[in-house]
């Protein structure tokens, strides 16, 4: 049978993160050493008293339906969560819980936007913002994220771009794949401008509790936005628990009763053992100083990778502040950053990702994750080195 696909499957993007570990792990398999650079994901094991807590969840029967937007309990502590983390005054009707993060963005969506409106997506930024976009026939608008203001968003250009079409503004704090972290000025004028053209706000903080210089400063927390602003956040990045497929939104109630309609005809409810296990994440000491150790070591890792790029000649790198991505420039090179990205995994066996499937403003740069460990990262800057011709550069 030959299929018809519809219209909007041509629209849909993907996640080269994923394309690229398929193409290294084939590499793998034919026995080559390859380093990994290219997932975004903790190579940290799940905090074992949160292993703990999903076991006896488990044991205790916790492997039935629950309501569609989350156990009550579990909902009325992700909502305390929020109150610490915060400020806002936020109550369990205002969470949804969801089998990853990524339904918030696309119920969101659903809900608010119709085809021909816009939606501003930080360029380069998360890949799937521009696609789900896309997808339902809306029209993504680049906010741009420069090196040049280390990589946050300039709000004046955002205003800027703000049209009668103008429906969504999405912003992500710390950033993928910058590690650009928002000042409270800049969430302060961001609160400005979606007050003056009534722009709802979508607010990635995934990678808040991944922090390193500065403060994190949720634009949800800031006064008047969580009337207008979808907090986007989950357990995978700060507990290393990405394949638990946990996230979940805090939002105003009218919103949140539309997603739990959404989640009631897609996905029916998140698994009930992990909800219990994120209240464990949220609440023990044990889960905070696991965060911390974690947030220590790749402080660490962040230093030794941003300053052994910095001695390849023709790289540029800063110094991000938050998640645990590296985007260096390396137009000074001559490479283009997708013949880069191929020849470093075919040649020397290191995987990262061009720049520009973040968007075209991330043209001339790539994306290096150094959620690895200190040894491999050494290795892959002296590989990235030899490569171009530089000879090893990692202290001796």
Not at 68 to 76: H, K, Q
Not at 113 to 138: H, N, Q, T
Not at 254 to 262: K, Q, S, V
Not at 270 to 286: D, G, I, K, R, W
Request: net charge negative.
């Amino acid at each position: 049978m030959k299929f018809r696909w519809a219209d909007r499957m041509s629209r849909i993007g993907t996640e080269s993160a994923f394309e690229v570990l398929a193409q290294a792990r084939e590499l793998e398999a034919e026995g080559r050493d390859i380093i990994h650079l290219e997932i975004g994901e903790p190579d940290y094991a799940t905090p074992q008293n949160i292993i703990d807590a999903a076991t006896r969840a488990i044991n205790d029967g916790a492997t039935h339906y629950t309501p569609a937007s989350g156990i009550p309990a579990v909902r009325e502590a992700t909502a305390r969560y929020v109150r610490k983390r915060t400020g806002v005054n936020t109550a369990a009707e205002n969470i949804v819980v969801v089998p990853g993060s990524k339904n918030i963005l696309a119920f969101l969506l659903l809900a608010i936007v119709e085809p021909g409106d816009e939606v501003i997506v930080p360029d380069p930024g998360y890949p799937i913002y521009r696609s789900l976009v896309s997808f339902i026939g809306a029209t993504p608008v680049s906010a741009p994220i420069r090196q040049s203001n280390d990589f946050r968003l300039d709000v004046e250009e955002v205003r800027s771009l703000v049209t009668q079409r103008t429906k969504l503004l999405i912003v992500n704090t710390p950033a993928n794949p910058t590690g650009g972290i928002l000042t409270r000025e800049d969430c302060e004028s961001i609160a400005k401008l979606a007050a003056e053209r009534d722009l709802v706000v979508l607010s990635d903080e995934i990678y808040g509790r991944l922090t390193y210089d500065g403060e994190h400063v949720s634009l949800y927390g800031i006064d008047g936005m969580a009337e207008r602003t979808v907090l986007l956040d989950g357990v995978s990045k700060a507990w290393a628990m990405c394949g638990w497929r946990l996230g979940f939104g805090a939002m105003p109630v009218e919103l949140a009763r539309r997603m739990d309609t959404l989640m009631i005809n897609s996905s029916s409810c998140a698994a009930a053992f992990t909800q219990l296990a994120a209240v464990e994440a949220f609440e023990s000491e044990e889960s905070d100083a696991a965060v911390d150790a974690m947030v220590g070591e790749f402080r660490h890792r962040r230093d030794i990778l941003v300053d052994g790029l910095n001695r390849i000649p023709g790289i540029s790198c800063r110094r991000p502040a938050g998640a645990f991505y590296v985007f260096p420039d390396i137009t000074a090179t001559g490479w283009d950053e997708r013949e880069l990205q191929k020849a470093l995994l075919d040649e020397v066996g290191v995987a990262v990702l061009a720049g520009s499937t973040f968007g075209p403003h991330g043209a001339g740069h790539i994306r290096l994750s150094y959620a690895n460990s200190v040894a491999n990262l050494e290795r892959a800057v002296d590989r990235i080195a030899l490569h171009l011709g530089a000879g090893a550069v990692s202290p001796a």
